[in-house]
């Protein structure tokens, strides 16, 4: 039983370009129709010369990028085999966190006056006002559900 599940996991992800979402290329996320808006809005956007998905969208660390790969790419897969996702995507208040990560990341030295004085304090999310910045278009694919 778990060689077949395992031949199947391999065949779906050799059949799926997996090794594609392990890179860092922005056109593998066209892999999945659904990314298409997302990457062509990302190519008019303000951060395009400076920035690509990975940078935004998973953390910085080796693990923390690959644990976040992996889990974002299983779900990924499960929603797009059955048809159970929403159509534009909308991004996991988990994948959100990652995003501010990022956003505060980059722009310390901007946003440094505006953080929470106490490590957790609320704060609100940088892409509530800057929506388009990563995404030039009208719906921010960074809406939650």
């Known amino acids: 039983m778990l060689g077949v599940l395992g031949g199947l ?5 050799g ?15 066209t892999n999945c129709h659904v990314m298409q808006g997302q990457y062509d809005s990302w190519l008019k956007s303000s951060h395009h010369a400076v920035a690509v998905c990975n940078d935004c969208h ?6 923390g ?7 974002n790419g299983f779900f990924h897969s499960l929603a797009f085999t059955t048809g159970d996702f929403k159509d534009p995507i909308q991004i996991k208040p ?3 966190r990652i995003v501010q990560q990022a956003c505060i990341g980059c ?16 704060m609100l999310s ?14 921010s694919p960074h809406r939650q559900p």
Do not use: I, W
């Open 94 to 96: 988990r994948n959100s």
């Open 58 to 63: 998973t953390p910085h660390t080796f693990a």
């Open 15 to 29: 059949y799926g370009e997996g090794h594609a979402y392990l890179s860092n290329d922005p056109a593998a996320c």
């Open 126 to 139: 940088c892409v509530h006002c800057h929506q388009g910045v990563g995404h030039a278009q009208s719906v």
């Open 107 to 122: 722009h310390q030295e901007l946003v440094d006056h505006m953080l929470p004085v106490h490590e957790g304090g609320d």
């Open 9 to 13: 996991g391999v065949f779906t992800f």
């Open 65 to 71: 990028k690959y644990l976040t790969k992996a889990d």
